[in-house]
């Protein structure tokens, strides 16, 4: 499976696992310039930034592992201008869905705060 299929098979399961969590999905691969959010939802007060990391197995680490400092910011910054451009009163927050899929299993992982956005 390419790494792109593979990709987009991961976003599939994460909406599904958060719609059946009782998130609402407003938007899925939204962009700004060349910084992407997989996914936005809402739930209750919060609105949530949700990036998708899928990966065939773990031998190399977790695939939240690969959510290093710098697509955080990248995220961030993304999730400043998607709030500066849809006004809403809801909190954001910042979540990783990572997950390992292959031919025996699957395994989802949903990281709730998995990362904070800092003022330097």
Known sequence: MT???L???GEEMAVRHL???GYDILETNWRFGHKEIDIIASKGKWIVFVEV??????????PWEAVGKGKQKTIITAAHEYLLENNTDRMPRFDIISIVH????SRLEHLEDAFYPLSR
């Open 3 to 5: 790494n792109d299929i």
């Open 7 to 9: 990709g987009q098979l």
């Open 19 to 21: 719609r059946t969590h």
């Open 53 to 62: 990391k899928t990966r065939e197995n773990s031998y190399a680490g977790e």
């Open 102 to 105: 292959n031919s025996k299993y």
